[in-house]
T-cell receptor
């Protein structure tokens, strides 16, 4: 595997379900990101982790809970979601978020549908 | 604060014709600028970026963009498009001292055979 991978690629869940999205990067990067991509809206940065420590949380509702057990893996735990949370969730990684202009590399995304 | 405006949500172009996708940004300080492409059912891929130096930046797949500070623009161009260029294109800005990347709403490029 190369680059950034995400599983599952598609997920349908009810509002009372609990599920998790997984992201893995094979690039040796130190920073990882979760973005939400909704139709007709700009990408929204949700969370940023640097060296496994959360460094940014952009006022995301608590029904989204991130976890970064190591620099290669990032999870997004979902519970009691709302239909408006349906979107494409993108994971990205970069060498470092401090200093320099590091390119963010994106995974293919998880298409989430909340019924 | 920084922001990005992509004026065209959709651009249809005939195959082998030239194309320009427009991007304007706003920032009170100097910026770094990026263009990303998203092919159907895929994540975003970096096309090119402007950090400093020459204002004309060349990227992958024959695309190029020109940074115009006076007009606060970073338009993306390709002299001759191909069917495989059908995708959504996103402009993004990052201001000096701000680690956050702000994206535009995207432009869907459709190539007409």
């Amino acid at each position: 595997e190369t680059g950034v991978t995400q599983t599952p690629r598609h997920l349908v869940m009810g509002m009372t379900n609990k599920k998790s999205l997984k992201c893995e990067q094979h690039l040796g990067h130190n920073a990882m990101y979760w973005y939400k991509q909704s139709a007709k809206k700009p990408l929204e940065l949700m969370f940023v982790y640097s060296l496994e420590e959360r460094v940014e949380n952009n006022s995301v509702p608590s029904r989204f809970s991130p976890e970064c057990p190591n620099s290669s893996h990032l999870f997004l735990h979902l519970h009691t979601l709302q239909p408006e949370d349906s979107a494409l969730y993108l994971c990205a990684s970069s060498q470092d978020r401090t200093g320099g202009i590091d390119t963010q590399y994106f995974g293919p995304g998880t298409r989430l549908t909340v019924l | 604060a920084q922001s990005v405006t992509q004026l065209d949500s959709q651009v249809p172009v005939f195959e082998e014709a030239p194309v320009e996708l427009r991007c304007n940004y706003s920032s009170s300080v100097s910026v770094y600028l990026f263009w990303y492409v998203q092919y159907p059912n895929q994540g975003l891929q970096l096309l090119l970026k402007y950090l400093s130096g020459s204002t004309l930046v060349k990227g992958i797949n024959g695309f190029e963009a020109e940074f115009n500070k006076s007009q606060t623009s970073f338009h993306l161009r390709k002299p001759s498009v191909h069917i495989s260029d059908t995708a959504e294109y996103f402009c993004a800005v990052r201001s000096f001292g701000n680690e956050k990347l702000t994206f535009g709403t995207g432009t869907r490029l459709t190539i007409i055979p």
